[in-house]
């Protein structure tokens, strides 16, 4: 190798070792609690680098909060349960979907808690997780939709969007949380969450 291609790769570990800090220092800012302060200068700080660091890194606030999600997506190997989403079949994708919400929010409960109680004071925050959340609501959207082109002569009982909604609200981080908070296991919240957003799929797809 090079020195050239040395000098280059030794860069690119380096500044991968530099996001991977602030984003540890970010995580822990929200896990230890108190009076958190998700500022550039606070997560500089923490993560011993310059404000400008963290700038040239992530651009803004939002963009460390986004790459944030990302990471505690990443954590909860969301990616690989989300292959379950190029199903056909709609019970299947959806199973795929709860799957993949609660591998994102067993990730790090904890930070994601304190991020939904902060949005209620915090506009950046909350404009974030209301962001993904439409992204998860389009796509719940997309299964039920899939459904009704599956079963297009049956004569609706619920409006899609009601449908959509509901089965948002099943597979949601507060569902989540307080299954969780009340000492039922991962794997039993998913397989009764599951089976619950198949029941109201399969009611919407009957005359």
Known sequence: MCARSYSMEKRGVSRAETRRRILEAARRSLAEGGNTDLGLDAIARSAGVSRLTVYNHFRSRAGLLEALYDD????????????????????????????????????????????????????????????????????????????????????????????????????????????????????EIIAVVTHLARSVLASFQSP
């Open 72 to 187: 505690l997506a990443v954590r909860g190997n969301v990616p690989r349960a989300l292959d379950e989403l190029r199903n056909r079949d709609p019970a299947a994708k959806l199973a795929g979907l709860v799957r993949a919400l609660a591998d994102f929010w067993s990730s790090d409960p904890v930070v994601i808690r304190r991020l939904h109680a902060m949005a209620v004071l915090d506009a950046e925050i909350a404009r974030g997780l209301a962001a993904r959340e439409g992204r998860r609501r389009r796509a719940v959207g997309e299964i039920v939709r899939c459904s009704a082109l599956a079963e297009r002569h049956a004569e609706r009982r619920w409006r899609h969007d009601l449908v959509a909604d509901t089965l948002c609200a099943l597979a949601s981080f507060e569902t989540y949380d307080a299954l969780a908070r009340a000492r039922h296991g991962r794997d």
